[in-house]
């Protein structure tokens, strides 16, 4: 079946490191990635939709200058959460569509990211 | 506002009976609708879906049953066994647009 590769699994890092996420589609082509956060005991939220070859759009409340996305290729987007601080802790999930459109999507195992 | 609401955050069944998980919506302009399964450190892994023009959709062990009327959804497992034990997302989308997911249901099927 579809897989998404995300790396890393887990980081811990000082606080005012960056901290940059990979999600790739390891065996189909996606024009549109989204990335979610979750905190303890809540559902995923959406944080943007990253579509290959534009810009990223970023649900409200996000901070794009804080939470960098890149999606350079039809099988790679990037997450960069810049100058991370305590409360950018939290569980990050990439997902991919492949390309046509049509569901469902394809998550990746997600990302534990701790600041210090 | 939540759009998509798992009103039980956890649901604990015997091996080989019926798991029951249950979803509501608000947005009467969602037309599909997933169901997702999430072990421990691990992402969501899609388990089944089923498009706004369907009532039913089964696959092996897993139903999913719409009530458009109602905007609810459930998720049948029969029979449930231990390794199902897992947390359940029902998620919903407009055609072409991001799934707004649930707060998800733990399940804990017992041996």
């Known amino acids: 079946g579809a897989v998404v590769s995300q790396h890393p699994s887990r980081v811990i890092c000082k606080s005012g490191t960056s901290v940059k996420i990979e999600c790739r589609s390891l065996d189909f082509q996606a024009t549109t990635m989204f990335w979610y956060r979750q905190f303890p005991k809540q559902s995923l939220m959406l944080m943007a939709t990253?579509?290959?070859?534009?810009?990223?759009?970023?649900e409200q409340g996000v901070e794009k200058d804080k939470f960098l996305i890149n999606h350079a290729s039809l099988t790679l987007s990037t997450l960069t959460v810049t100058s991370a601080h305590p409360e950018d802790s939290s569980f990050y999930i990439c997902s991919a569509l492949p390309r046509g459109g049509g569901q469902p999507q394809h998550f990746g195992d997600g990302t534990r990211l701790s600041i210090l | 506002d939540q759009q998509v609401k798992q009103n039980s955050p956890s649901l604990s069944v015997q091996e080989g009976r019926i798991s029951i998980l249950n979803c509501d919506y608000t947005n009467s302009m969602f037309d599909y609708f997933l169901w997702y399964k999430k072990y421990p450190a691990e992402g969501p892994t899609f388990l089944i879906s089923i498009s706004s023009i369907k009532d039913k959709n089964e696959d092996g062990r897993f139903t999913v049953f719409l009530n458009k009327s109602a905007k609810h959804l459930s998720l049948h497992i029969v029979p449930s066994q231990p390794g199902d034990s897992a947390v359940y997302f029902c998620?919903?989308?407009?055609?072409?647009?991001?799934?707004?997911f649930g707060k998800g249901t733990r399940l804990s099927v017992i041996a």
């Open positions: 998620a919903a989308s407009e055609l072409n647009t991001p799934l707004v």
């Open positions: 990253s579509n290959e070859g534009s810009k990223a759009t970023y």
